[in-house]
């Protein structure tokens, strides 16, 4: 209740902002005689978006009415925002939040690309928060071969450890580690709830793996953060590896987790895992060939 209210004055704030932003001639309106509101109207705003007048002023002056997706699109589009601010609006009116196909980050710019090859020997992945790989740098693909997930081209670790065989999971201890990361997916599915990527995410892994429906239904939450796991690997063992979180400025609820060795044990097969990259995919193989 405490939040409703501290979003209600935030919701009424940003709509008059943005409103007082777009003109008459923004959207093919004449400016008319004895304007003395900046931008448009309340009821502009009500007619353009197909809603009524009565229902926006409310919304505007934060009532506790009831907004459908539906209609925060219509009024998004009428006071031309941005996706930020579309996802805004969304947040302060209380209605979960989809992303178009436009906003869902598919791959990280050549700049983070960069940073998390630099890291190399350390493996490092870009996640987003359903734990969907947006990027890797050649060592984290000596640890891990991650398969596309079924109906996505998109690899995703949870998938792929919930769905593998006990034998063919790098993770040691899976009953540790497993319910850790399940926990830290519950963290992020709070923003959004009743999202149907998300649902649809849950969904199917449920229905693919019932370890991961328990512990689903266990309802723990636990925030990202650094742990240490121990890894196996069938050229060098098991390794245990120290990971740590970075956020990432313009991908919001993106990660560069990195994987740094916790012993001298785990710094010479990382080393090793390395020099076994570079015999087997020399950088002839592996990069194409110039032919200008």
């Not at 899976?174 to 990361?181: A, I, K, N, T, Y």
């Not at 098991?238 to 991908?251: F, Q």
Request: charge should be neutral; charged fraction near 25%; proline fraction near 10%.
């Amino acid at each position: 209740m405490a939040s409703t209210q501290r979003r209600r004055p935030e919701l009424a704030a940003f709509l008059r902002s943005r409103r007082a932003r777009v003109t008459p001639a923004d959207v093919g309106m004449p400016p008319g005689l004895r304007r003395r509101t900046p931008g448009l109207r309340r009821e502009e705003v009500a007619q353009l978006s197909g809603v009524g007048v009565t229902w926006y002023t409310w919304l505007e002056q934060g009532r506790p009415i009831n907004a459908s997706g539906q209609v925060l699109d219509a009024v998004a589009r009428t006071l031309r925002l941005d996706q930020p601010e579309r996802e805004h609006l969304y947040h302060l009116a209380e209605v979960p939040y989809e992303h178009g196909p436009e906003g869902l980050p598919r791959r990280v710019g050549p700049e983070i690309q960069t940073v998390i090859d630099a890291l190399d020997p350390h493996p490092a992945v870009v996640y987003n928060a359903r734990y969907d790989v947006l990027a890797t740098n050649p060592a984290y693909s000596d640890l891990f071969q991650l398969p596309p997930r079924g109906d996505t081209d998109t690899p995703n670790t949870l998938w792929m450890l919930f769905t593998v065989s006990e034998d063919a999971c790098p993770v040691r201890w899976r009953e540790r580690e497993l319910p850790v990361m399940v926990a830290t997916l519950r963290s992020a599915y709070g923003r959004h709830v009743g999202e149907p990527a998300w649902e649809d995410f849950i969904r199917s892994l449920s229905a693919a793996s019932p370890h991961f429906a328990e512990l689903w239904a266990s309802s723990e939450v636990i925030p990202p953060g650094p742990r240490v796991k121990t890894f196996r690997h069938d050229a060098v063992g098991e390794l245990r590896m120290n990971s740590v979180s970075l956020s990432i400025n313009g991908m919001p609820e993106c990660r560069i987790v990195v994987y740094t060795p916790d012993d001298a044990d785990a710094w010479e097969k990382v080393a090793l895992l390395r020099e076994r990259r570079q015999r087997l995919w020399p950088p002839s193989d592996r990069e194409p060939a110039d032919v200008t």
